[in-house]
């Protein structure tokens, strides 16, 4: 299967694809939303200009992985980020896990209009200061 990267823009991801071979693709609305809550998670709160609100405070939790409650306040920030910007997500239940090269997240939602259960799984590379390794995203 051919790699995909897909193309941003301003911190938000686009429904278009560029695949190996150069040719662009459309991606079907969820893994657009899957993108775009990665994004979202992934940039820091207040780094995007013209939306100082775009982003999460992950990163500042990252840094003691030794710690449960470093855990419990990742999921917090995870649930309150999904919350405060998708109207059509409720019910989110987060399950986190830290180890020194990875944080692992586990994230449930219903959709309020179709009652649909989803289930995003991402695996986010961390550097040995304990921070986001967007070298290896």
């Known amino acids: 299967m051919a790699s995909i990267n897909v193309l941003t823009l301003q911190g938000m991801s686009t429904d278009k694809v560029i695949n ?53 306040l990742i999921n917090d920030e995870v649930k309150s980020v999904l919350l405060n910007n998708y109207n059509f997500i409720k019910d989110v239940t987060i399950e ?26 991402y695996k986010i590379p961390l550097n040995s200061e304990g921070g986001i390794n967007y070298g290896r995203l």
Do not use: A, C, M, W
Request: hydrophobic share 30%; no cysteine; aromatic share 8%.
């Open 20 to 72: 190996s071979l150069g040719s662009i693709g459309v991606v079907s609305q969820h893994e657009k939303l899957q993108q775009d809550i990665r994004t979202l998670l992934l940039t820091r709160k207040g780094s995007l200009l013209g939306n100082p609100e775009y982003g999460s405070n992950l990163y500042r939790y990252l840094f003691d992985n030794s710690s449960n409650t470093n855990v419990l």
């Open 96 to 121: 986190s896990e830290i180890d020194s090269t990875l944080l692992y997240l586990k994230i449930d939602y219903v959709t309020v209009n179709t009652n649909l259960s989803t289930r995003l799984e």
